[in-house]
């Protein structure tokens, strides 16, 4: 029987230019730990203060644009587990997550099925939008600072998308998002056998453990759904 989990969390990551990884720990079980992590740079904390017009002192205090208590009660409500949760910066966020086996009510975002050694990951615009809609109505105008297609329903190719933020914020904004990448590692129960990534981003394999990058403009600016496959030994 497959494993239906969310992994709404990763949202988060995409939203933000900067330097996101996520890890997914598969357990024998079919049960999965997910840990995002994700540390704004300058660029994209400067950006977020000053729109937000923070205050010297609540820069200072590293006041977030994240409502933590918020996050995790409608996490919770969808069946995920928060394990822990916490701010980094304005617009920085690490968290634990837990999906236990057999949770037929949390959305199908990420499968696993561990008979037949095999974890499936789809990500699309609807992901994205889902984590958003997660958010407070404050908290969501931050994530349209970075107008991308994905939110706005716009039809932009990633160049385009580029140029649009080079327009918005500059040469140095739209190098750093150009050179921004999604890292996703997966840590299986055993030896990692197979990865597709399609219909773009890369994969490698190291023993029992997996490694995904997408860049993140394309993703951004992405029609289609991302699929991404690892198959481990059962």
Same mark, same amino acid.
């Given at each position: 029987?497959?494993?239906?989990?969310?992994?709404?969390?990763?949202?988060?990551?995409?939203?933000?230019?900067?330097?996101?990884?996520?890890?997914?720990?598969?357990?024998?079980?079919?049960?999965?730990?997910?840990?995002?992590?994700?540390?704004?740079?300058?660029?994209?904390?400067?950006?977020?203060?000053?729109?937000?017009?923070?205050?010297?002192?609540?820069?200072?205090?590293?006041?977030?644009?994240?409502?933590?208590?918020?996050?995790?009660?409608?996490?919770?409500?969808?069946?995920?587990?928060?394990?822990?949760?916490?701010?980094?910066?304005?617009?920085?966020?690490?968290?634990?997550?837990?999906?236990?086996?057999?949770?037929?009510?949390?959305?199908?975002?990420?499968?696993?099925?561990?008979?037949?050694?095999?974890?499936?990951?789809?990500?699309?615009?609807?992901?994205?939008?889902?984590?958003?809609?997660?958010?407070?109505?404050?908290?969501?105008?931050?994530?349209?600072?970075?107008?991308? %297609?994905?939110? &706005? @329903?716009?039809?932009?190719?990633? +160049?385009? $998308?580029? /140029?649009?933020?080079? #327009?918005?914020?500059?040469?140095?904004?739209?190098?750093?998002?150009?050179?921004?990448?999604?890292?996703?590692?997966?840590?299986?129960?055993?030896?990692?056998?197979?990865?597709?990534?399609? %219909?773009?981003? &890369? @994969?490698?394999?190291?023993?029992? +453990?997996? $490694?995904? /990058?997408?860049?993140? #403009?394309?993703?951004?600016?992405?029609?289609?759904?991302?699929?991404?496959?690892?198959?481990?030994?059962?």
């Amino acid at each position: 029987m497959h494993k239906k989990i969310t992994f709404c969390l990763i949202a988060a990551v995409i939203l933000t230019a900067c330097s996101p990884k996520a890890d997914i720990f598969i357990q024998d079980s079919g049960d999965a730990v997910i840990t995002v992590d994700v540390k704004a740079s300058s660029l994209l904390e400067n950006l977020i203060e000053n729109a937000g017009g923070f205050s010297e002192g609540e820069k200072k205090e590293n006041k977030s644009v994240f409502n933590i208590e918020e996050i995790k009660a409608e996490l919770e409500s969808k069946h995920i587990r928060v394990l822990s949760m916490e701010t980094q910066g304005a617009a920085g966020i690490k968290t634990k997550l837990k999906i236990l086996t057999g949770d037929e009510a949390a959305p199908p975002f990420l499968k696993t099925d561990p008979k037949e050694g095999k974890l499936s990951l789809n990500i699309g615009n609807a992901d994205i939008r889902e984590f958003v809609n997660l958010l407070s109505e404050d908290d969501r105008e931050y994530a349209e600072l970075l107008m991308a %297609p994905a939110l &706005t @329903g716009e039809e932009l190719t990633s +160049k385009e $998308y580029e /140029e649009l933020i080079k #327009s918005a914020y500059g040469e140095k904004t739209a190098d750093e998002l150009k050179r921004a990448k999604l890292r996703i590692s997966v840590t299986c129960p055993k030896k990692v056998q197979s990865i597709t990534v399609m %219909p773009l981003g &890369t @994969g490698r394999k190291e023993g029992n +453990k997996a $490694y995904i /990058e997408i860049p993140l #403009s394309k993703l951004l600016s992405l029609k289609d759904n991302i699929f991404v496959e690892v198959r481990y030994v059962p």
